[in-house]
């Protein structure tokens, strides 16, 4: 190929991925926002009232998906969190940046075997 074709071959990927980029942006603009609606709707008139039992936004954030998922589906939480799907539930999550779920396991794994070998 010649240089002018490579040359226009790279600004249309450029201005593909920009674009990309773009869409990408806008919906994750528009998930924060239902999130965001869900909370105020759902959660924000115990969580942001200081309601005994009820943890702010900030206490959590220090939750694993896991356990915020569990309390929403099963626990404390179940009757608030009826008729939320679970793509809304993770999204909430998402928006009250809870923790990722950790392999807790394989962490320790990684731990032990970063030991020398003879330290065991």
Known sequence: MDKKLWKRMIVWLRLLSLFGIA?????????????ERLYRERC??????????????AA??????ENFQRTL?????KTQA?????????????????QPTVNLRRNRQRK??????NAL
């Open 112 to 117: 032990m075997s970063a030991l020398p070998r």
């Open 82 to 98: 009826e008729g939320l799907s679970a793509k809304e539930i993770a999204a909430l999550g998402q928006f009250l940046a809870v």
């Open 60 to 65: 959590m954030s220090h939750l694993s998906m």
């Open 73 to 77: 589906t099963g626990g404390s939480m």
């Open 23 to 35: 869409l990408l942006a806008q919906d994750h603009s528009a998930v924060s926002q239902e999130s």
């Open 44 to 57: 924000a008139r115990c969580h942001e009232t200081g309601i005994p039992r009820a943890p702010n936004r």
